[in-house]
């Protein structure tokens, strides 16, 4: 009883941050995305795909979650958008205090578009609001058809799905129907993108939403 408790408070603690995100980025216009996916899934490629194909046109920036090291905000800062490194030193997922302290690193009246890449990992991210706008499931072909099923919770509270690395799906057991289909038991109202970061298919209807988001 005690642990539910203490992370019944927890909970409420960081839902009350991020409604004072939310509203701050609502004053300021800024779309805020939270990236989320289990690790190998191509998040940090496919973000940085998205941000040269948006650069010119929309005014991004980056917050990095990570476990350990900086090496993903390096290379984001490759493509010349600000970007601020959370490390969580073991800690599984990011949280609104976190993101409210990466703020004070970041000129959001500079910013159209908030790109929070959370740590990866399809379980505790899906528990905690950041203030985001968006809660974006990114998953790869190579992953199998089931996370759905295996990870419900993830799906739910997702507002969009992008399945990655489709380039792959000729040389992998992977129904992409039956994966949809798993998805949309669980959140009818998911919105799919089908994108390869390599190849580059399926970005310009990504990236084209992104832009209506503006």
Known sequence: M??????????????????????????QNVTVLNLLSSPGSGKTTLLERTLELLRGHIATAVIEGDVQTD??????????VPVVQIITNGGCHLDAMLVRDALAKLALDDIQILFIENVGNLVCPASYDLGEKF????????????????????????????????????????????????????????HFFDTSAKTGDGLDKWTDWLEHLI
């Open 2 to 27: 005690s642990v539910i408790t203490v992370e019944r408070k927890v909970l409420e603690k960081n839902d009350q941050v991020a409604e004072m995100l939310r509203d701050q980025f609502t004053r």
């Open 71 to 80: 090496i993903d905000a390096q290379r984001i800062a490759r493509h010349h």
């Open 135 to 190: 809660k974006v499931v990114i998953v790869s072909t190579t992953e199998g058809d089931d996370k759905p099923v295996k990870y419900p919770k993830m799906f739910r509270v997702a507002n969009v799905c992008v399945l990655n690395k489709i380039d792959l799906l000729d040389y992998l057991d992977f129904d992409i129907v039956r994966f949809k289909e798993n998805a949309r038991m669980i959140n009818p109202n998911l």
